[in-house]
């Protein structure tokens, strides 16, 4: 006869009849009596897990690459001192691989009616919103032999942003604007389309900007300076369809591509232009309208967080019409989508006419190294093979870029390292040629 659980605690406690038991556990509780005695105390003085109250506090966002920390404060409301080992689970994204067991798990000591805090640190590793599962709590007796076990739902949403690497980029862009908006003293002539003010001809200067009328009425020879025009609406569009899930480096296109939007948007705020997002493959993703200067960029890392490559092809068309609808005046649209060929004769060119016809259009598109280094493979005939596809790859991607250019359409086409501040320039000759 197989003992129960119930039966092997009654038997411990001495309830149980020793002649009700077979002979095998008649010996077997003959010697190990005391201890089932005392591993059956031991579990009866474990405090309960289910009366336990836990709530949670801490860090709600993170950049990508930062810690987040966040409490879990346990409350013990039973009359048993709990001593118990906590492990607070989180997805395996949440942590940095191999630091899962150290970073959540704890041992905590709480005396009757009191509460302790124990701090779980998260360094996730994806972007997008990270979600608390369940916390488990395993209670001991005094003496450690048996221990109750339960657990907790607490939720807690803690979403991780795009860490925007390419923020080191925008010193340097914000002081090229300055000298395009008349702000710093430069030797070149400001272009755009407000006029600025006059001043001294200097060598250099084109003789165009020469205001003749003012130079009679003085000594010298006086130029005009020119400022870009500001309150410009800039709506970026982030093409979230299949070609975005490719992996550049170690991180999806578009990854990349939102980082570049980051820095544009940084820098055109700055410029006093409005700027919008919209992120679509077959329906909208993101939508970000209306925002001030100061609240964009908090409102683009918040929309772009969740953001995944969906695995569909981008409806061109519905693009298209969900351009047109998000920018009814006359807008800069910076597409970040790739320069594959299909897509692009396929989806983009069809609609390019009704698109360009309103707006002016800026495609950008995030290459992969690894292309490049395709192209000066030699050696082998494997290695001759691999430099004669990267070369074709190379030349495909100039010829889409050609198309694209031969309808007025701005390209840039960088790897993930230069893909954003390239973009940056490209909006900033864009203002200075008055094309805004």
Known sequence: MALTGRAALLAALGTLPVGFLEPSWTGILAVNGPLALACACDFALAAPVRSLKLAR????????????????????????????????????????PGTEAEASRNRLTVP????????????????????????????????????RQGSHQIPWTVR?????????????????????????????????????SLRDYVPGDDTRSIDWRATA????????????????????????????AGR??????????????????????????????????????????????????????????PLEPELVETDARGLASTILNSAPRRSLVVLLTSLDAAPIEEGLLPVLPQLSQRH????????????????????????????????????????????LIRHGVTVVDAIPEDIAPALADAYLALKAAGRL
């Open 57 to 96: 506090s801490g860090d709600t966002s993170v950049r990508l690459g930062e810690p987040a920390d966040v409490q879990l404060t346990v409350t013990n409301t039973s009359r048993r001192t709990l001593r118990a080992h906590l492990r607070d689970a989180w997805p395996p994204s949440s942590w940095t």
């Open 112 to 147: 009757p009616g009191e509460r302790r805090r124990v701090t779980t640190r998260l360094r996730p590793t994806r972007r997008g919103d990270r979600r608390a599962e369940r916390v488990t709590i395993r209670s001991y007796g005094p003496l450690g032999l048996l221990a």
């Open 160 to 196: 991780v942003l795009p860490p925007f690497t390419s923020r080191k980029h925008l010193p340097s862009k914000l002081a090229r604007l300055r000298e395009l908006d008349g702000r710093t003293s430069v030797l070149t002539r400001g272009e755009g389309t407000e006029f600025d």
């Open 217 to 244: 009425r003085q000594t010298t020879v006086a130029v005009r300076t020119w400022r870009p025009e500001r309150d410009r609406h800039i709506l970026i569009v982030l093409d979230t369809g299949r070609t975005s």
């Open 248 to 305: 550049v480096g170690d991180a999806p296109r578009l990854d990349a591509a939102m980082d570049a939007a980051l820095l544009l948007a940084a820098l055109a705020s700055r410029a006093g232009d409005r700027v919008d997002l919209l992120a679509y493959d077959r329906r909208t993703r993101a939508l970000v309208q209306g925002r001030s200067a100061g609240d964009v960029l908090p409102a683009l890392v918040n929309a772009m967080a």
């Open 360 to 403: 002016s259009l800026l495609v950008a598109s995030v290459a992969d190294p690894h292309i490049e280094e395709m192209t000066k493979a030699r050696g082998t005939v494997d290695a001759v093979y691999e430099a004669a596809a990267g070369a074709r790859t190379q030349e495909q991607r100039r010829r889409t870029a050609q198309q």
